[in-house]
């Protein structure tokens, strides 16, 4: 009986403390292991997700920088427009030159190491800026307006007023901004008034201040005085005709903004809003321009952009949030190329 009685509780023995212990520690090695499985994967899944957000916002500001890079020069003069002197710097933040001569706005224009940027660890790094000119192609069907006649305004001294042929100005609107082209000169101007269907004013005092005064002197006079015997330098010869061009730039703001600036144009708006900045992309830590030229060689700030044939535009982003693993937010960069055809003729 007795014997029975140790066999049965022998049977009946359950796990020991050793064997518990061991059982212990392998389930919190395989529990372990697990979550650190699932927290890898949801690092990464975290990481994906924050790495579209940066991409969607960098390629859309991309998008837009490539369209206007391809867009540069369309049917604008070769040489570019004559602006007052400073007006450049005034507009875009570029350095002064040290010249007193008139400034000459071209297809592309750009500006290298110019803005801080609060998000770049480099408080030494500067971002650069780039802007573009084409023409509105669909303005006036496509059609420039003829001008056979420049005066100044009655009562306006200062005031140049265009003359076309009757009618050929209807399509014209205030603040639009123009290239006035003939064989003598092109200048760019910004509309200011239209007292008739057949005449544009263009006043100093514009929201751009690119227009100048017709009764000013040297090289502070409008180049759109006629042009007569006794006149024969700063002046334009008509026939000439008009255009309406679109300029656009991009910059860097110190918050990491990426925004598209347009001058003029904005019929609609009143006088202090000509000149619009439009938020394209957020969180940018560094914006790059680097310019491949005629003979192929390759600079940052080339002496004569009119000699620029391809962009190459870098934009670094940054996440939103701190990555896990780096515990700062992670940096992407993005880098995109563009042919400046259109500077290679001139056409329309």
Not at 216 to 224: F, Y
Not at 301 to 324: G, H, M, W, Y
Request: glycine share 8%.
């Amino acid at each position: 009986m007795k014997k029975n009685f140790k066999r049965k509780l022998s049977a009946e023995r359950g796990f020991s403390i050793v064997e518990m212990i061991v059982a212990m520690v392998l389930f919190m090695i395989i529990v372990g292991t697990i979550y650190g499985l699932l927290q890898i994967g949801l690092i990464d899944r975290n990481r994906a997700s924050r790495r579209s957000d940066v991409l969607k916002n960098a390629r859309a500001a991309m998008h837009l920088i490539g369209r206007d890079a391809l867009n540069a020069g369309l049917s604008y003069n070769k040489n570019g427009a004559f602006v007052p002197d400073d007006f450049i710097s005034t507009r875009l933040g570029t350095p002064v030159d040290s010249d007193t001569e008139r400034d000459v706005l071209t297809s592309i224009l750009g500006g290298n190491d110019l803005f801080f940027d609060i998000l770049n660890p480099d408080t030494n790094a500067r971002t650069d800026l780039i802007a573009f000119a084409y023409r509105d192609s669909d303005f006036n069907g496509g059609n420039v307006i003829s001008l056979n006649n420049a005066a100044a305004a009655p009562a306006a001294p200062a005031t140049v007023r265009l003359q076309s042929a009757s009618g050929e100005a209807r399509n014209a609107k205030g603040f639009d901004l123009y290239l006035v082209e003939s064989d003598s000169s092109q200048v760019a101007v910004m509309a200011t008034g239209l007292p008739s269907t057949s005449t544009i004013d263009i006043a100093p005092g514009d929201p751009l201040g690119i227009n100048q005064p017709l009764n000013g002197t040297g090289t502070g006079i409008s180049l759109l005085q006629k042009c007569t015997p006794t006149i024969t330098e700063n002046c334009t010869n008509y026939v000439a005709s008009v255009k309406r061009f679109f300029w656009v730039s991009y910059k860097v703001k110190s918050d990491g903004t990426l925004v598209r600036t347009t001058f003029g144009n904005n019929t609609s708006a009143p006088a202090s809003e000509q000149i619009q900045e439009m938020p394209v992309a957020y969180n940018i830590e560094d914006f790059q321009v680097r310019y491949v030229l005629e003979d192929g060689n390759t600079t940052d700030s080339p002496s004569d952009f009119n000699l620029v044939r391809q962009i190459t535009v870098t934009i670094k982003v940054q996440a939103t949030e701190n990555d896990e693993q780096l515990d700062r937010p992670d940096s992407i960069t993005l880098t995109g190329t563009f042919s400046a055809r259109n500077l290679e003729y001139d056409a329309g």
